[in-house]
């Protein structure tokens, strides 16, 4: 029995009483009609009539409720970028957002709602296949199913699109949503089409020919959709096991690829091999790496300054959380081994010693094993079981003084230390290899070899560090593999093939770029080593001005974004807060502490003013230094104020506040109004205000120790 795949063309009807979604290209489906204004989905055998077609869509990307209206978010524009052993690839381009009103209701809130659904529409990179699950790796998919259709396939950690495709999937799965009670309908397999799975993240497909062998090089990272945020918002693991910046990085190369349109798709490569193409079959390598912020209740606490301050809450706390946690990746990848690059001493020491100890307390009797030098007491540390007596000792714990033994990116051939460290793990894990067997209408691959455990890095951010020791360890993979195949002699390497080195560094930093704009805002730090294998002055002027801009943007910038996150994902529901038609987002501060940054702003104007602006030769000096030197203490009161009071001037998220936020805050208003000058001009301050919607929030209320 052949799956049912997501139809690649739908188009859209429209008129007062539904929304009607038909595919021209299967006439015979079943029509998706959504009613309006209410919502509520139901399949038609048949087309509807009375409606008017209004556009043709590449699919169904979801469907919201907002506040006052429900919203269909469509796929209007989609680019492919390639195909992946036969299936194409796509990169959603643009989105539009049906309301199910036909005169939309606003309020200031609703409006808010929207404007941050199409930020993160606009700037979220997703992906999709019609006919391949891309939210699986090859190994997963060998071991799927492959008459079930592909959302029943889907990893749900890297569904991204899942709580959004809810009312879909319950109409298929037998529940369809009213306005009252759940009603169950039975299964209607007729709405598997309308489901199109995408993910988040960065999928790259190069040709490329490597000692006259061509291949397709892949490298697909999936973000997962549990506890998804930003950089100084989404810290450490929750309650139910999930990290923050967790991602799924797969190396992928296909040989002998004859269904991928080789002509068209390695365009100008007249050296391949002969035969190469020929009958031989489809050949699947894959390896797969995983990233994940270290597992305990831990926060950075933005405060204006550049390195915000970490608190850090007793691992007996998070140890149940961290359980959960090592038991979906055992579960998922088998053994793992968990490389921490953060440094040995001062605030990322204080991560470490929480990490250590949460391994120490996981697996029975721990084996510890240290390498010092001169530069460091611990520039590598081995925790493991010293015999596997239970589920735990499956976690291999390996710290790496990056920064110490690297000289902060200085001398990156120190790496070979960590390589050479985990050398015997690349043994042990091996990768995934798949023949597609000649006659194999299925598609299905004939599983020759399996990757048994996995790689999972961090570092503080997961991001910049991670990304350098993930593309050595995947050049380590990737030489075993094409010597494994014959196609590079023992004990050469693909770094000895110039053009595949350019292409592959490149990959690889742009993977670096996608995984930390998503998490940072900006692209990743050291990418410079990543492209060309070395520090340059060019990359470290680029790092300063990412670093600069991170500071910006996590500080001033980053609430908005992670509130995108939690109304998209489902973290936070407005149809369910408490809050009614209270404006959440205005800002509640009162207007004296408002309006200190635009007396900043406003004496740095005057002071550029005073200092530039031509004078009269006659003119009194006196006059105007004074009026300067005014404006510049101006100035710097606005900015003692700002750094003295800092948590009144991060820009906090607003849908799920974090604890810690809600309480600064208001600790640092009473502070204000007890100031004797101040305090009268500051007014009042509903403490309630701000925690208002406490009860939405995963740890509570709790100081972390």
């Given at each position: ?61 979801g ?17 492919p ?19 199910m ?17 199409k ?16 939210t ?69 497909l190069?040709?490329a ?9 892949s490298?697909?990272?999936r ?10 918002f ?16 797969e ?20 050296n ?62 088998g ?27 996981l ?14 007491s611990e ?6 079981a ?14 790496f ?17 960590l ?24 598609g ?14 961090n570092?503080?951010?997961?991001l910049?560090?991670?990304?350098v ?23 050469s ?14 990959v ?7 995984v ?8 990743a ?13 060019a ?9 600069l ?38 800002d ?10 635009y ?21 009194a ?45 208001n ?11 101040l305090g ?7 403490r ?18």
């Amino acid at each position: 029995m052949s799956a049912s795949l997501p139809f690649r063309d739908i188009n859209v009807h429209a008129s007062a009483s539904h929304y009607a979604f038909t595919s021209p290209s299967s006439p015979s489906a079943p029509t998706l009609v959504v009613q309006r204004p209410s919502g509520d989905l139901r399949l038609n055998d048949g087309a509807l009539l009375g409606a008017k077609r209004v556009s043709s869509i590449a699919g169904i990307l979801g469907i919201i409720k907002l506040r006052l209206d429900k919203y269909i978010i469509v796929i209007t524009k989609a680019h492919p970028i390639g195909r992946l052993k036969g299936h194409m690839i796509y990169k959603v381009v643009a989105t539009e957002l049906l309301p199910m009103r036909e005169s939309p209701l606003h309020d200031a809130d609703e409006d808010t709602y929207l404007a941050l659904l199409k930020q993160i529409l606009r700037t979220g990179p997703m992906y999709f296949s019609y006919s391949f699950d891309i939210t699986n790796s090859f190994q997963r998919q060998a071991k799927a199913d492959l008459s079930e259709p592909v959302w029943k396939r889907a990893d749900d950690r890297f569904f991204w699109n899942r709580f959004i495709q809810t009312d879909l999937i319950d109409l298929r799965t037998g529940g369809e949503v009213s306005g009252g009670p759940r009603q169950l309908i039975g299964q209607r397999p007729g709405v598997d089409p309308y489901i199109l799975p995408v993910i988040f993240g960065m999928v790259n497909l190069k040709p490329a020919i490597i000692n006259g062998t061509p291949l397709t090089f892949s490298l697909i990272s999936r973000r997962s959709r549990f506890r998804a945020g930003t950089r100084f918002f989404s810290r450490g693991l929750n309650e139910q096991g999930h990290v923050s910046n967790y991602n799924e990085t797969e190396q992928i190369v296909i040989l002998n690829d004859n269904s991928s349109e080789r002509d068209a798709f390695s365009a100008g490569h007249s050296n391949q091999k002969e035969g190469c193409l020929g009958n031989r079959e489809t050949q699947v390598l894959s390896y797969v790496q995983t990233r994940g912020s270290i597992p305990a209740y831990w926060a950075e606490i933005n405060d204006l300054r550049w390195t915000p301050k970490i608190e850090i809450r007793s691992i007996d706390h998070s140890l149940e959380a961290a359980r959960q946690h090592f038991d979906e990746q055992i579960r998922i990848y088998g053994d793992n081994y968990l490389v921490n690059l953060v440094k040995h001493s001062g605030r990322e020491g204080r991560v470490k010693n929480a990490y250590e100890d949460t391994i120490r307390s996981l697996i029975s009797k721990p084996s510890e094993t240290r390498q010092s030098d001169s530069l460091t007491s611990e520039k590598v540390r081995v925790i493991e079981a010293e015999q596997r007596k239970q589920h735990y000792d499956r976690l291999h714990y390996v710290y790496f003084d990056w920064h110490n033994e690297t000289k902060k990116g200085q001398q990156m051939h120190k790496s070979q230390i960590l390589l050479d460290r985990l050398t015997e793990a690349f043994l042990k894990q091996q990768y995934f290899r798949g023949v597609e067997m000649p006659g194999n209408a299925s598609g299905g691959l004939e599983v020759r070899n399996l990757q048994s455990s996995v790689i999972r890095t961090n570092c503080m951010d997961c991001l910049d560090r991670t990304n350098v020791v993930q593309s050595l360890a995947a050049r380590w993979i990737l030489d075993r593999m094409l010597i494994d195949q014959g196609i590079l002699p023992q004990g050469s390497s693909t770094i000895d093939d110039a053009k595949f080195e350019f292409l592959f560094r490149n990959v690889w930093a742009d993977n670096a770029d996608a995984v930390s704009k998503a998490y940072s805002g900006t692209g990743a730090l050291q990418t410079d080593f990543t492209r060309t294998g070395r520090r340059t002055k060019a990359g470290m002027f680029q790092d300063l001005s990412n670093s600069l801009t991170r500071y910006v943007l996590n500080n001033f910038a980053d609430g908005p974004r992670q509130d995108a996150y939690d109304l998209f994902l489902g973290s936070y529901l407005p149809s369910n807060s408490s809050t009614g038609s209270a404006m959440l987002f205005v800002d509640r501060r009162p207007v004296l502490i408002q309006s200190i940054p635009y007396i900043l702003a406003a004496s740095f104007f005057m002071v550029f003013v005073g200092t530039f602006t031509k004078r009269l030769p006659q003119s009194a000096n006196l006059t105007m230094r004074i009026f300067i030197l005014v404006w510049i203490g101006v100035g710097a009161w606005c900015l003692n104020f700002m750094f003295s009071h800092s948590m009144l001037y991060i820009n906090w998220p607003r849908l799920n506040q974090l604890p810690w936020a809600s309480e600064g805050v208001n600790d640092a208003i009473s502070l204000v109004r007890k100031d004797r000058i101040l305090g009268p001009l500051a007014g009042r301050h509903d403490r309630s205000a701000s925690t208002a919607r406490i009860s939405h929030l995963e740890e509570g209320k709790k100081r972390i120790e």
